[in-house]
DNA sequence: ATTCAGCGCGCC
DNA sequence: AGGGCGCGCTGAAT
């Protein structure tokens, strides 16, 4: 049963599958709604952009089973051919999203509820093109258009729950922590103590005046060193790891904590810490890939650094789950490689490499998939590429051929069918351009250097959406086993409180924890299923119940 | 005064 | 000369 939601003068246009038009007032709205979810068999919301629709209804308690989100399927179908793109399938970031996710409105009022851009179409249209396009699917196998859209929209209602409950926040502990690296708070404008010593001691050995060293210059930073002896191209730490001048360690030092206070020390703990809790806003579908991206206090990004401050509230706990090297057991099963797939039987996937006779050592084994999937051509993972060749062959041909089919210009599809981003006209004439007779030997190289480069993109992508679609096929099961359509509100029971890519977090109260861990590991081994079928491929996940996040892994 | 590209680094 | 991101900063462009 399928409910279309749309915006009407009067409240909030219903259309269900047989036909039937309600209006609901938007005051009555979450009610409605919440009277819906209670029947045996909920419906299915379709809706614009559950970005819009969710938030509200949760901020009235009500929680939403299962929806079809029009603009995220809409984007997934400007892949398949001769679909033309509609305007508002482009917009990655939501009007919600962009408000970082900061504010709190108490109702739904007719003020606050979302609105169709003047170029959507309206929802039942929209959505009776897309299910007619879903069912004809792609060229991939007939089914998954409609499973990719199914778990794509379950991922964008936790996405809004997520944000609603926030990641458990010891605003204490972080500030105990940034108060250890870097000493007390200063003003605004200032440098902390302990930057400010390593400071003075990088100005002498480089033989500076105080206070005449521009740290902070990327640029300028880069002229001093090399006014001092020390030769550096760029002022990368890697880079600078090379020389042993005695500027150098307290520098990648300086280099180290000045970073933890800019993207992490206490601005960034006033602006996304409130009430305990960080809030950012998740955005599925922001990456080509199919990958999530985040908006607002680089959710995606903590640092292990700070994750000592992620911290479960009283009585509960952290369970946090990791898919293990989930993206070479995704290559397994795409490329149907059955000596891979028995190197991947156990936990560890890239010790089963080593068992397998192909490499020497884990670190090998690691380096060599990684280059594999990347494209990595130099040191190490290419030295180690020929063995893999020799004993996984099937596995090495896939990835090499989505990169011969980026290198033509061609696009590629994951698993369930999302579709690469085409390189575009100044890509395709560039290729033009080094084809002709005419084309100098700097046309032929830089045709040749971009064609690569969109070589090692297809060839990344298939493994990576494909990842991304797994991870959403596991979030989507523990979702679903996490369940409890009535009784305790959201942040009164387990919930879903972050997701990374390979990885889950649930908050939960301790008693609880079994069940959780029993969860992430069930929906895991069902996503496997779920995706390619009866594959031999496994994916274990790796599950640690903690009271703080650095306390996984 | 504001916008923007590039750098550098954090995560997977 | 390894794929995908977000963010803070700087310095040049507007």
Sequence with gaps: MHLIVDHHPEGMLVTDDRGTVEVA???DFPAYVAQREQSADPPRWVWSDTALWYPPLLRSGVRVERCHDLRLVEAILAGVEGRPVRPFADRTRSVVASSGGRQETALFDLDDAPRRADNAPPAAALHAEQVAALARGSDAAPGSLALLAAAESAGA????????TGLPWSADDHERLLLEALGPRPEAGRRPDRLAALASEIEQALGARPGALPLDSPPELMKSLRAAGIDVATTRSWELQKHSHPAIAPLLRYKSLSRLMTANGWNWLDEWVRDGRFRPTFVPGGVVTGRWASDGGGALQLPRQVR???RADEGWVLVVADAAQLEPRILAALSRDEAMARAGAGVDLYQGIVDSGAVASRE???LGMLGAMYGGTTGQSALVLPRLQRVFPQAIRFVEEAARAGERGETVRTRLGRTSPSPGE???ERQLLAATEGASEAERRDSRTAARSQGRFTRNFVVQGTAAEWALAWMAGVRRRLWRAEGAP????????????DELMVHAPRERAEDVEDALRAAAADAGRVIFGRAPVTFPVTVATVERYSEAK
């Excluded at 209602?157 to 609603?164: D, G, K, P």
């Excluded at 959201?490 to 890519?501: D, G, I, M, N, T």
Aim: no cysteine; charged share 10%.
């Design 25 to 27: 007032s938007a005051a």
């Design 157 to 164: 209602l936790a996405a809004v729950e997520m944000t609603s």
């Design 308 to 310: 000592s401050a992620v």
């Design 364 to 366: 090998q084994a690691k």
């Design 426 to 428: 100044a890509w395709r």
């Design 490 to 501: 959201l942040h009164r029971q387990p919930h879903l409180v972050f997701f990374l890519h």
